[in-house]
């Protein structure tokens, strides 16, 4: 009991104004500060950096989908953009593609139903689907609380890579939907 007595005891204030010997911090030779701050960042390898930066971009179409590769470049993710999500308003069912179906870009690959309307999903590239997003089936909101994320439709392997880049950037994209 009397050491939580102690305890409870206000701290005087000569207490507090007496500093506490701490060592001197070392002074780095800015090199060598230099230095120890680059050795601690990822090591990026300079022949994937920029292919891999572009491969990793999302890819959009005209018609509202989108499509992200794979860091290999061998598998694409696609979605329907956020843009798509917001015009379609509150999504109700989701059509799956058939695992092993063989697309063209443009090919319908399935739909989606709102409250207000339903739209078919395209193909953004040629591919074979090789997984469908089964959470929709059971929660198809979820393209409305991430479009571009946990909401992705499908995921293709890619016939030809280079056919991504024909596809709009994000700036681009933005201009085409006025926002």
């Known amino acids: 009991m009397a050491a939580i007595a102690r305890i409870r005891m206000p701290i005087r204030s000569s207490v507090l104004s007496t500093s506490a010997k ?3 911090r070392p002074v780095l030779d800015p090199k060598l ?4 701050i680059i050795s601690r960042l990822p090591q990026l390898n300079p022949r994937s950096f920029s292919s891999s930066v572009l491969q990793q971009q999302k890819r959009y179409t005209e018609a509202h989908e989108w499509i992200e590769l794979s860091e290999d470049g061998k598998i694409g993710t696609v979605g329907v953009s956020k843009y798509a999500a917001k015009s379609l308003g509150d999504v109700v069912y989701v059509e799956l593609p058939t695992i092993g179906l063989e697309v063209e870009g443009g090919d319908s690959i399935g739909a989606v139903e709102s409250v207000k309307s339903a739209s078919d999903i395209y193909a953004p590239i040629a591919g074979t689907v090789v997984e469908a997003n089964s959470l929709l089936e059971e929660k198809p909101a979820t393209i409305n609380k991430g479009a571009e994320a946990e ?9 030809n890579k280079d056919d991504v880049m024909e596809l709009m950037d994000s700036k681009a994209y933005n201009k085409h939907t006025g926002e």
Do not use: D, R, T
């Open 33 to 36: 500060q230099e230095k120890a």
């Open 151 to 159: 909401g992705w439709i499908a995921k293709i392997e890619v016939k």
């Open 22 to 24: 701490l060592p001197p």
